[in-house]
Structures are given as structure tokens and as C-alpha cells.
């Protein structure tokens, strides 16, 4: 069998200094009202190597949350009891979603969101702040002008950008006077348009690092729901051949791509967190991820 194409090593976040692991924490589910549950959430997230904690101000509207920031407010609970936890990780979040109006990057928005999430979590700094999506009202440069004030006053680290276009990426790079760090659309075994529609290839071309939303479908790579059998039968008979459950499979199929996309996971369950990382071991050669493809679309590639 010819060697493995899952990616299990660190990632550069963009052009920085930041190290990020193949696997990040996500906290859009992130609603408990158990602050000793939600610290060992994030404790075993960081144990088990994923240091990248992704959230974002509109996480809390759903998913049993209180509201608006109520995500953030709860990572602030837990990073004040145990303020050691700051250090281990990569801080992310994101800003320009802002109900009921669908999105506002306009520079007093964008400025207010990110100093407000700043206060929510508590943190001196935001390493990674990302656009959650393009707002089509505001020019990128006002967008790029006000992240670069943002991160020249030290309150924001690195900049990315989440479900935008490819051209919506490179218009907002182009406008700014330092890289772009990260991207983040959503990639699953039945998502694949990433791969297709130019953002990874963007993101090679630019040494921006994919961070993969939903890489389990929202579940229902796991329960099935919704999903072609051929490719459930699929996935199945190489979790046996590998000694692993269904989902690490789906993992390890996002770590493949050569772009070094970060799987984003944001399981509510402290034994899955570590179950995750069983993808990290998972072979996958270049027949096994075709044939994964072929058994999604259900039909032979051209």
C-alpha cells in the first residue's frame, strides 16, 4: 500500500509564528450552563493536541445558548477559574454577523465587535480574528483598513476570513498590508466544493491555512441521516481496515488535501474529543480518497 496522504503534523498559521494542530476545537455547541464540564471540555481539547480555539460573537443563538456571545461569555468563565488555559492555546473568534441585520464589517461595527469579544472572553488579545462573513455592503478596503488598525493597537494578532469566495478573499487580501492567516469554509466528504471552486487552491497559492468547518456534516456523518449508503458503506469498511469509528475516516479524508486544511471539531463530549484524534493515525492513500469521492457523487470521476 503506497504511504498515507493524512496530514497529522502542526500547521503555520498563515505566515506567522503560530503553530496550530491538524485538529481544532470549535465552540458554535460550546452552551453549557456546567462551568466544570466546559473547563474539561477545553482542558481536553488542549491535552489532546488541539490548541486552536475556534469560536465566535453569534455562537449562543442556538444550540441551547442564552444569546448573542453567550459562547464567548462561557470560554471568559472558563479562562478566568483557570486563566493558566490562555497560554496553551490559539484564541479565535469572529465578527461581522450582526442579527437581525445579516452582516455589518463597517469599520464602527467591526471595531465595536471586536473590542466586545475582547471583553466577553476576557483575553489582552485575539490571535486570530476572522471576518465570519462578507458583509457585500462594505467596501474590503474599509474591512482592511479597520483590521489593520485593529491589529496595530495589539488587539488582534492575525487576520482570516470565513465562508467568503475566493475572489471575496483575494479582493480583502489585496487591500491589506499583511497576509492573510486563514480561511475557513465548510469541508466535508459531502461538502468538497472547497477543493473545487478555488478556495484551497488560493489558499496554496497564499500560504493561508484552511480551517474546515463541519468535517463530520453536523453529525450526520455519523448517524447517517441524509447520506448516500454507497458512501457510509465506504467510509465503514475502511474504519474496520483501520481500527477506528466512522468518524475519524471523515477527519482523516480533510487532513488529506495538500492545502493542510485543520478539522474543526465541536463535539460536547469529553470522551470524543479524544476519540477524534484517533484520525491523526488513520492511512489514507490517493485510492482510498478517490474512491470516497466516486461513492459520494455516485458516479466514476472523468
Request: proline residues 6%.
Amino acid at each position: 500500500m503506497h504511504g498515507s496522504l493524512v496530514n497529522a503534523d502542526s500547521r503555520s498559521l498563515g505566515k506567522s509564528n503560530l503553530k496550530v494542530g491538524a485538529l481544532a476545537y470549535g465552540c458554535w455547541r460550546f452552551t453549557t450552563n456546567d462551568l466544570s464540564h466546559a473547563q474539561r471540555l477545553i482542558e481536553s481539547a488542549l491535552d489532546h493536541g488541539m490548541n486552536m480555539i475556534d469560536t465566535a460573537d453569534v455562537y449562543g443563538l442556538d444550540y441551547g445558548g442564552s444569546g448573542f456571545g453567550a459562547s464567548e461569555e462561557l470560554l471568559g468563565r472558563v479562562l478566568a477559574g483557570a486563566p493558566r488555559l490562555r497560554d496553551r492555546m490559539v484564541l479565535a473568534t469572529k465578527g461581522g454577523i450582526a442579527p437581525p441585520i445579516p452582516y455589518d464589517s463597517s469599520p464602527r461595527y467591526l471595531r465595536e465587535a471586536c473590542e466586545a469579544s475582547l471583553t466577553r472572553i476576557g483575553a489582552d488579545v485575539i490571535d486570530l480574528y476572522q471576518i465570519h462573513r462578507p458583509d457585500l455592503f462594505t467596501h474590503p478596503a474599509e474591512v482592511a483598513a479597520t483590521l489593520t488598525a485593529l491589529q496595530d493597537e495589539g488587539k488582534i494578532r492575525e487576520v482570516g476570513v470565513s465562508n467568503h469566495t475566493p475572489a471575496q478573499q483575494d479582493t480583502l487580501a489585496s487591500h491589506l498590508p499583511f497576509p492573510l492567516a486563514a480561511s475557513q469554509p465548510e469541508y466535508s466528504i459531502t461538502h468538497l466544493a472547497p477543493m473545487r471552486d478555488g478556495t484551497f487552491d488560493l489558499c496554496m497559492r497564499d500560504g493561508v491555512v484552511p480551517l474546515s468547518w463541519s468535517p463530520l456534516a453536523g453529525g450526520r456523518l455519523i448517524t447517517g441521516e441524509g447520506i448516500r449508503p454507497q458512501l457510509l458503506a465506504a467510509l465503514d469498511r475502511l474504519a474496520e481496515r483501520e481500527g477506528v469509528d466512522r468518524s475519524a475516516i471523515c477527519l482523516a479524508f480533510v487532513l488529506a488535501h495538500p492545502s493542510a486544511p485543520v478539522a474543526i471539531v465541536g463535539t460536547q463530549t469529553i470522551d470524543r474529543v479524544e476519540e477524534a484524534t484517533a484520525a491523526l493515525r488513520v492511512t489514507l492513500t490517493r485510492t482510498d480518497l478517490y474512491q470516497l469521492i466516486e461513492a459520494c457523487e455516485g458516479v466514476p470521476l472523468p
